[in-house]
């Protein structure tokens, strides 16, 4: 019945049986942006809004500059993409340690 092999038909079955239970749980939905990278000059983040038929997202990176902070993607300091890095823990730690050496960036730029 088009199967290749007994694994086949078994692994089908299987399925077919756990959707007919309603066993299967919802994939859960994964966040639109999320914190993918960092480090003393910035952060990058995942923005799966970005996707296209051959990606899950796209990369943004967000730089920290003592002047501020800036979207490389969005080609400014102040987007969707600061905002959400600024509510990261681990980025306002860094953000914070930045801001005691006279860095001009956090809640200012958000």
């Known amino acids: 019945m088009g199967y290749k092999s ?3 038909f078994v692994t089908d079955a299987i399925r077919e049986k756990c959707e007919q239970l309603g066993i299967f749980l919802p994939q859960p939905e994964l966040p639109i ?3 993918f990278n960092l480090n003393d000059t910035g952060v990058r983040i995942l923005d799966r809004s970005l996707a296209t038929k051959s990606t899950s997202g796209k990369i943004i990176d967000v730089n920290f500059k ?3 902070i800036w979207c490389t ?3 400014a300091d102040n987007c ?3 905002d959400f890095a600024l509510t990261v ?3 306002e730690e860094v953000v914070e340690k930045k801001r005691k050496q006279g860095w001009k960036i956090g809640i200012a730029n958000a």
């Open 66 to 68: 003592p002047e501020g």
């Open 73 to 75: 993607h969005c080609q």
């Open 33 to 35: 942006l999320e914190h």
């Open 80 to 82: 969707r993409h600061i």
């Open 6 to 8: 007994l694994a086949d």
């Open 89 to 91: 823990p681990a980025i």
